[in-house]
T-cell receptor, first 114, second 114 residues
């Protein structure tokens, strides 16, 4: 079974530029999460999808961040415009509906904003 | 509100020595508890989890953790450290009423001395 795929793995941009991250979850996993992880900290949830519906986006900075999961499979997270403080690792995770709630993580995208 | 505290941002042990990483949680409902490991430049990988039943949980790579309700703890142990165990370890909790959102600790970086 293929794991969660994310691209790109690394991205360096200048502030005020746009950037997009892509995630393809494990096949059959209906729940998809986007997290931001700052250096030396645990993941911080940005948004959670159940199929194509964003059911928890309360921590997504909506002035500059947007996300979509149009067909309930892969997802894109966008930042426009990027700020210096957006430098972090952006993690995608997926979960199959069930009792144990295990989330499976992709390798992440390390964003550096100069 | 739920929270997770990991004692020690860095733990250093000698190769072959006991590994003990501490995690305390607060939850108003019976929790699900997780330990994840993150190797450099990689995503998070599930080590082990406690949902219900036996309080001593065995995971991958020789790690185990014990759920102690009276102490609200879920400490991670391994009898003999190996150089390949060097990584960052995250404890997370999910209460049954938390809409499947994990609350994460800040992480503990495990350093293995030769």
């Amino acid at each position: 079974e293929a794991g969660v795929v994310q691209s790109p793995r690394y991205k360096i941009i200048e502030k005020k530029q746009p950037v997009a991250f892509w995630c393809n979850p494990i096949s059959g996993h209906n729940t998809l999460y986007w997290y931001r992880q700052n250096l030396g900290q645990g993941p911080e949830l940005l948004i959670r999808y159940e199929n194509e519906e964003a059911v928890d986006d309360s921590q997504l900075p909506k002035d500059r961040f947007s996300a979509e999961r149009l067909k309930g499979v892969d997802s894109t997270l966008k930042i426009q415009p990027a700020e210096l403080g957006d430098s972090a690792v952006y993690l995608c995770a997926s979960r199959r509906e069930g009792l144990t709630d295990t989330q499976y993580f992709g390798p992440g995208t390390r964003l550096t904003v100069l | 509100a739920q929270s997770v505290t990991q004692l020690g941002s860095h733990v250093s042990v000698s190769e072959g020595a006991l590994v003990l990483l501490r995690c305390n949680y607060s939850s108003s409902v019976p929790p699900y508890l997780f330990w994840y490991v993150q190797y450099p430049n990689q995503g998070l990988q599930l080590l082990l989890k406690y949902t219900t039943g036996a309080t001593l949980v065995k995971g991958i790579n020789g790690f185990e953790a014990e759920f102690k309700k009276s102490e609200t703890s879920f400490h991670l142990t391994k009898p003999s450290a190996h150089m390949s165990d060097a990584a960052e370890y995250f404890c997370a909790v999910k209460g049954l009423d938390s809409n499947y959102q994990l609350i994460w600790g800040a992480g503990t970086k495990l350093i293995i001395k030769p």
